[in-house]
């Protein structure tokens, strides 16, 4: 298996923030508890077009541009119930390098529903030629480059055989890369330096970009794409042919308005642990609802909000005490987004 490396990016000064721990080695690297299942066959691109809100297709080698030239190797993407609401969300990542190779699409997703992702993709796979299989054998790391990481990427071609993927997060650039490798690797041989990160470390970083991951951030059936920020992770396309939940999704993008959006807010205090119920209620200071806290740890989180209440003293109700938060306006925006 050849390793499947992008080239090297400067360090932003978010990941900058992720890294003071990580003292002066090439990277850390975040084990992340997530699962990998692969989708191959002839038709696993057109197969995951129909259930996916991006586009897939860009993930296929076609005609004109050289063996894998141009292509992405990774593509962010939610699968979406029959009302256009999320179920799953997803990072792709193609492990193919040209047109004469059969498909492999790896989808990463949260652990705990992958056998509800299998029988979900089962249940449309009807005459597809795709297997679906979970990847047992493979473990998923962040990672974010240190300010001495250099060109990373050109000492993975050394450890061919025990990393699969690095990739820029196809969200945005404030979440590093992503990798791939087989279970048990020897990190330090794939990237020289590097240093294990601890995980909440990386759970505070999300939460302080409001970049959502896994069904606590996205409870299935519940979560609106567009209110996640869908569109701001590149993780649609509104000009590809039709997807299960496409309709609410793009009527609401044609309208041009949403109201509300997942936000990073900051506590006055830490939260107690596992003591806030899903979904409790943020108020304004004259006791109206500003939206809902969906997940965090420590003073940050995230929460579904009204735009329209953002810049007013905002509080959540925890067992009968008021705990004052603020939201913001993530840097990596779009600079019109707040408008």
């Not at 932003?12 to 084990?31: E, I, N, V």
């Not at 997807?243 to 044609?254: C, W």
């Not at 041009?256 to 830490?270: D, E, M, Q, T, W």
């Amino acid at each position: 298996m050849l390793v499947r490396a992008a080239a090297a990016t400067t360090t932003l000064p978010g990941l900058r923030r992720l890294w003071r721990g990580g003292g002066s080695g090439a990277a850390a690297c975040f084990p992340l508890g997530r699962a990998l299942l692969e989708v191959r066959g002839a038709e696993a691109a057109i197969f995951l077009q129909g259930l996916l809100t991006n586009d897939v297709t860009r993930l296929v080698a076609g005609d004109g541009p050289p063996a894998g030239a141009g292509l992405p190797r990774a593509l962010y993407a939610h699968a979406l119930n029959v009302q256009g609401r999320c179920m799953y969300d997803l990072i792709l990542y193609r492990l193919h390098e040209s047109p004469e190779e059969e498909p492999r699409i790896l989808l990463e997703c949260d652990s705990g529903v992958l056998d509800a992702i299998q029988k979900h993709l089962k249940l449309y796979k009807i005459r597809r030629k795709v297997n679906i299989t979970p990847c047992l054998d493979l473990s998923l790391w962040a990672v974010v480059p240190g300010e001495r990481a250099g060109d990373i990427a050109s000492s993975l071609t050394k450890c061919a055989d025990q990393a699969l993927v690095l990739t820029p997060d196809p969200r945005t650039e404030v979440m590093g890369w992503r990798l791939i490798t087989k279970k048990g690797a020897n990190l330090s041989e794939i990237i020289p330096g590097s240093q294990i990160g601890n995980i909440q470390d990386y759970h505070r970083h999300r939460y302080q970009q409001g970049i959502p991951e896994g069904v606590k951030d996205l409870p299935p059936g519940v979560a609106l794409p567009l209110e996640s920020n869908l569109a701001y992770m590149n993780g649609i396309s509104f000009t590809k042919g039709c997807y299960i939940g496409q309709e609410l999704t793009a009527r609401t993008h044609h309208m041009g308005v949403i109201r509300k959006r997942l936000l990073p807010v900051h506590f006055s205090a830490p939260l107690p642990k596992d003591s806030i119920p899903e979904g409790a209620e943020i108020l304004t200071e004259s006791g109206k609802s500003a939206g809902k806290f969906r997940a965090g740890g420590g003073e940050l989180g995230i929460a579904l909000l009204r735009l329209a209440n953002i810049n007013e003293p905002l509080c959540l109700n925890i067992a009968g005490d008021k705990v004052k938060l603020t939201a913001s306006i993530p840097e990596w925006w779009p600079k019109t987004a707040n408008k």
